[in-house]
């Protein structure tokens, strides 16, 4: 089950560009410089790389943080989710995915591939960005404490 456009729009309901309700994304990642087929890019730092290198890279959707300028040669039509806290999204853009997958039966899914690399952010928070852990870590602040995890 993938990540689709409605999805954002439901966490991130500041947008621009157009609603493209068919929109699905395979892969979201904080890099520009990585391969991303109907990528959505969320640029953490300046370290992330460039707009245009992620459009470039498959890029069709980007999360950006408020009040930060979007560049002038963004597509019209490109859109892009506003957020204040551009961490935080990442924790409630995961949270989100999880229980869209969660209880999914299917013995053969079709998932949306997270991809953060950002070397600077892990040294600093000496945490892992694997999804199934931060997954992990996602569900232990869960406050109902009543995730199952299933995989």
């Not at 890279?57 to 859109?79: D, L, M, Q, S």
């Amino acid at each position: 089950m993938y990540l689709v456009f409605n999805d954002l729009v439901t966490l991130y309901s500041d947008f621009k560009g157009v609603r493209e309700a068919d929109h699905l994304y395979l892969t979201v990642t904080d890099s520009a410089a990585v391969a991303q087929p109907r990528g959505l890019f969320m640029p953490l730092n300046d370290d992330s790389g460039e707009l245009l290198d992620a459009i470039a890279n498959g890029a069709i959707a980007a999360i950006w943080e408020r009040g930060k300028p979007v560049p002038k040669y963004t597509p019209n039509h490109f859109p892009i989710f506003f957020t204040d806290y551009p961490i935080e999204a990442v924790r409630d853009l995961l949270r989100f995915y999880y229980k869209k997958i969660d209880g999914d039966q299917a013995e053969k899914m079709n998932v949306t591939k997270f991809v953060f690399l950002n070397k600077k952010l892990l040294k600093e928070n000496k945490e892992t960005y694997d999804i199934a852990v931060m997954l992990d870590n996602v569900s232990m602040k869960n406050t109902n404490n009543d995730v199952e995890r299933r995989g």
